[in-house]
């Protein structure tokens, strides 16, 4: 890998200068896109150990804004989902109970509360919000695969054909 990455401002989130991030970004050199844990920030004095980071922004991603990256940790294997397992699971999840026990009173108790306050309208609506969006922050791959996977097999019973097409 290179020591010069880009990323997409909508890929930041709200303060990303804070504290540690995940992060999606693609190597400038070899062009492969991946996950990782890094911290950012606009001053390279501010980080241990900075790579040039290109933050494209715009409406058409035209604009392109100088920042610095220190990468901490990258997901093992980000960008490489083994398709035959995810399938697996999906077919072996698919006729079962869709019903997930974490038996957790921590958890429990504070899902409830965020009903409780209205931020969601019951505990499994919660549960599947919050688990959703930490899915698609740290494991970006593995929900596009999953949402690709699942747009063909529905096609695929829509007309009774294969997927090969």
Do not use: C
């Not at 504290?19 to 492969?32: A, G, H, L, N, P």
């Not at 241990?48 to 610095?68: F, M, S």
């Not at 974490?102 to 899902?111: D, G």
């Amino acid at each position: 890998m290179s020591d010069e990455y880009v990323t997409s401002e909508t890929n930041l989130p709200p303060d990303p200068e804070r504290d540690e991030i995940s992060i999606q970004v693609t190597d400038k050199e070899t062009k492969e896109i991946f996950s990782t844990r890094a911290r950012v920030s606009r001053d390279a004095d501010e980080l241990d150990d900075p790579a040039p980071l290109t933050v494209v922004k715009g409406p058409h991603e035209n604009t392109e804004e100088q920042w610095y990256i220190e990468v901490l940790e990258t997901e093992i294997d980000a960008g490489s989902v083994d398709r035959g397992t995810l399938e697996r699971v999906m077919d072996a999840t698919a006729d079962g109970p869709n019903v997930i026990n974490t038996r957790s009173e921590e958890v429990k108790a504070l899902l409830r509360y965020l009903v409780e306050t209205g931020q969601y309208g019951s505990v499994s609506e919660a549960s599947r919000k919050i688990l959703y969006e930490h899915l698609s922050e740290r494991h970006p791959e593995l929900v596009n695969e999953y949402v690709e996977l699942k747009v063909k097999r529905e096609q695929r019973e829509l007309t009774g054909g294969s997927d090969d097409a």
